[in-house]
Structures are given as structure tokens and as C-alpha cells.
């Protein structure tokens, strides 16, 4: 269960990515922060390397299925066998559904019929920083102004996110650092 003391909660979607996950453990290595990333499976077999970093460096990780497909638009069978597929390479209890869309059927497997029965996390802050249309200071403006003890704050390490998240990041981990929080993962 998250602290809702001066703790924040950094999750990061959608890698590993050969720029951008490196980048964040860099930046979560200089403020003594863990995250927890919700990796894609075809990622992670593309990126064993960066996975492994993430695991060696203390970092908590989580299935985002296989190929990031959408629960709401996606045949229930198809969708678990997804993140079964996704679970053969991310060894992890915890879930998130890509776009956060799962059906009511799915979370249900997910908890009650799955073995190991799965966490599904969400979050309470949206960067928004996988919006193209969004400048990079909304997306950090996102965060600084909807934070708050025990937030869990999504960012996403990939090629569509990098040009918002590279600069709300630093600036995030600044600022709460800043403020005494500490920062952990799930």
C-alpha cells in the first residue's frame, strides 16, 4: 500500500527504451530515487540490457502486457493472453493496463483467476507528456500542481514522450527533493 507521507511514487510506461530509460535511471540515481516501470514484453526482449539495469539498480517493475494493446478495444482471451505472453519475460505481480483501459472481466481475471494474482495500479498524476500537442512545461506543470504525499506520478520512458519527459523530470525530482520528499517504488 503506497505512504501517503512525503513519499512520491515516479512510474514510468512503456520501455525499456534504448534513449529514454537510461535516462531516467540516471536522473533517479542522482536525487537516490527508485520508480517503478511498467515495461512492454516485446521491450524488454529487445532491451534485456536496460531491463537488467533496471532490476540491479533496486527499481520495482511491472507487466504492461505484451505489444501495449487496449483492454477496451481488445477480445478479453486475446488480452490475457497478451499479458501472459508479456509475463514470461517481466517477472512481477504488479499491472497496469495500457492507456488504462482494462474491462471489468479482465480485472477481475486479473485479481481473483490469475496465479499469481495481479496489483493493477493506476496513478493519480498524469504527466501528459506522451501528448505531442503538449509543451514540456505543462507536462511539468501537471505534476507540480496536481502532486501530492503518496501520489503515484506517471511519466513514460519512449520515443513519443522523450522531448516532454526529459524535461519535466529533472525539474520534478528537484523541486519534491526540495520540498524533503523521498521517492520509492511500488
Avoid at 49 to 77: C, M, P, S
Wanted: net charge positive; proline share 5%; charged share 25%.
Amino acid at each position: 500500500m503506497p505512504d501517503s507521507g512525503k513519499v512520491l511514487y515516479l512510474t514510468f510506461d512503456d520501455g525499456p527504451h534504448e534513449q529514454a530509460t537510461p535516462f531516467v535511471l540516471d536522473q533517479l540515481k542522482a536525487w537516490n530515487a527508485k520508480g517503478t516501470f511498467f515495461c512492454i514484453g516485446k521491450n524488454v526482449q529487445q532491451h534485456r540490457d536496460i531491463y537488467t539495469r533496471i532490476l540491479d539498480e533496486g527499481h520495482a517493475i511491472g507487466n504492461h502486457t505484451q505489444n501495449h494493446v487496449n483492454g477496451w478495444k481488445t477480445v478479453d482471451e486475446k488480452y490475457i493472453a497478451d499479458i501472459n505472453e508479456a509475463a514470461k519475460y517481466i517477472d512481477s505481480n504488479l499491472f497496469r493496463p495500457p492507456y488504462g483501459r482494462i474491462s471489468r472481466f479482465q480485472a477481475n481475471f486479473l485479481h481473483n483467476i490469475a496465479r499469481p494474482a495481479y496489483r493493477i495500479i493506476m496513478w493519480s498524476v498524469l504527466s501528459g507528456d506522451f501528448d505531442r500537442k503538449l509543451k514540456p512545461e505543462r507536462c511539468l506543470d501537471n505534476v507540480l500542481m496536481n502532486a501530492r504525499p503518496g501520489s503515484i506520478v506517471v511519466f513514460h520512458d519512449s520515443t513519443k514522450a522523450w522531448d516532454r519527459m526529459s524535461f519535466a523530470l529533472p525539474r520534478v525530482l528537484e523541486h519534491f527533493a526540495g520540498q524533503g520528499y523521498v521517492f520509492k517504488s511500488l
